[in-house]
């Protein structure tokens, strides 16, 4: 199960991390949330963000569209995925960039 956060502060300490930005209505947010499910984090950890709820992680990061992937190393972007992928796309990003 990938936990979800709401605010920026829960990723002070956290230093490999995947966000997944989605809506609860956006179908291509589903999928994009099965695929990350299915991927066993060796070293990092992937958290949801509610795109409707979390206004200053929507805002730090410039969302635009849902869903979006982000890629965070020692807390700076490394890489960032729209729409809904496969897991092994979402596997390739993650490993090339952590």
């Known amino acids: 199960m990938i936990k979800e956060i709401f605010k920026y502060e829960e990723l002070k300490d956290a230093q490999s991390v995947v966000l997944v930005f989605y809506t609860p209505k956006c179908s291509p947010c589903q999928v994009l949330l099965n695929e990350a499910e ?3 984090p060796t070293g990092f950890e992937i958290l949801k963000v509610n795109a ?33 992928r496969s897991k092994t796309e979402l596997e390739e990003l993650i490993l090339t960039k952590l």
């Open 38 to 40: 299915q991927i066993e």
């Open 52 to 84: 409707e709820k979390a206004n200053d992680l929507v805002y730090k990061f410039s969302i635009w569209v849902v869903p979006t992937l982000i890629v965070l190393k020692n807390g700076k972007e490394v890489g960032r995925m729209l729409g809904a």
